[in-house]
Nanobody
C-alpha cells in the first residue's frame, strides 16, 4: 500500500521560504514521477511541480523561478523548496505519486496535505 506523508508547511511572511518534504513508502519510489499540488479555498487543485523518474521537471507558470522540486531516491523523499513566497501561494499542498515515471502521467496516490499560509 502506497503511503505519502507530507511535512514542512506553516506560516511565513511574504518573501520568505519554506521547504516541504514528502516521504513515500509502499512502492518502488524511483520508478515513478512525483508531484506537488495545491488547493486554495474555493479553487480547484492544481499542479505546482512534478519530477519524473529521470529527474525531468515541470512547473506551473506561477511558480517558475521561485519553487524547485527535487527527489532523493535513497530516502524515498520528494522536496519542494519554495522561495519568494507570495500571499497567493497560500493553500493546502499535497504530494502525489503518479501512475508512471513520466511527469505527464496522472497522479494516482495522495498524501494528506500540509497547510502553507503566506501573510502579507
Amino acid at each position: 500500500q502506497v503511503q505519502l506523508v507530507e511535512s514542512g508547511g506553516g506560516l511565513v511572511q511574504a518573501g520568505g521560504s519554506l521547504r516541504l518534504s514528502c516521504a513515500a513508502s509502499g512502492s518502488i519510489f524511483s520508478a515513478y514521477a512525483m508531484g506537488w499540488y495545491r488547493q486554495a479555498p474555493g479553487k480547484q487543485r492544481e499542479l505546482v511541480a512534478a519530477i519524473g523518474s529521470g529527474d525531468g521537471t515541470k512547473y506551473a507558470d506561477s511558480v517558475k523561478g521561485r519553487f524547485t522540486i527535487s527527489r532523493d531516491n535513497a530516502k524515498n523523499t520528494v522536496y519542494l523548496q519554495m522561495n519568494s513566497l507570495k500571499p497567493e501561494d497560500t493553500a493546502v499542498y499535497y504530494c502525489a505519486r503518479h501512475s508512471t515515471g513520466l511527469t505527464i502521467s496522472s497522479p494516482l496516490y495522495w498524501g494528506q496535505g500540509t497547510q502553507v499560509t503566506v501573510s502579507s
